[in-house]
């Protein structure tokens, strides 16, 4: 049973791993255009008040910061299940141990961290870049319905 946990993993890790990966991607792509295309058309003076504006604004902002913070975990588990596999071959190779061939399977074992990092940096870019775009907008109908107090 091990044997076969360890020939699945071998045959189809990079798969889901990079496949997780490139679905969080694709997500965090996604609700990102969808949130830049709100913020630049919000109408700030329709809201009558300040609680519908916010839910408004930060609607899907989680997901982009979620899928920003957990994305190196992701491709630390494709590290480790990469390296996991390595020494597995390792221990089973009877003792013919072949430097270059641990360096190439460890090397590649790395390869899922650095997409998770790839992943993880613009989502935080976009993240904070979206919550400056909140924070503006937030500021405009606290200005807008600061000048209808003082008119009032």
């Known amino acids: 049973m091990t044997t076969a946990l360890f020939d699945f993993l ?5 798969y889901i791993i990079l496949g997780l990966l490139g679905l969080m991607s694709f997500i965090m792509i996604w609700f990102v255009i969808e949130r830049f295309i709100f913020l630049s058309r919000v109408k700030v003076h ?13 609607r899907h902002l989680t997901i982009i910061s979620t899928i920003g ?12 299940v ?8 390792l221990g ?24 998770g990092i790839l992943v993880a940096i ?3 870019v976009f993240y904070s870049a979206l919550g400056r775009k909140v924070e503006v907008n937030r ?7 600061s000048q209808k107090n003082i008119g009032a």
């Open 82 to 89: 990469g390296i996991l596999l390595t020494f597995y071959d």
């Open 92 to 115: 089973n190779s009877g003792g013919d141990i072949d430097a270059s061939a641990i360096m190439l399977h460890l090397s590649l074992a790395l390869k899922a961290t650095a997409v």
């Open 69 to 80: 913070a957990n994305a190196p975990y992701i491709g630390l588990l494709g590290t480790v």
């Open 46 to 58: 329709a809201y009558s008040n300040i609680h519908s504006l916010d839910i408004d604004l930060n």
């Open 122 to 124: 613009p989502s935080m």
């Open 139 to 145: 500021l405009k109908w606290k200005a807008l319905n």
């Open 10 to 14: 071998k045959n189809y890790s990079d």
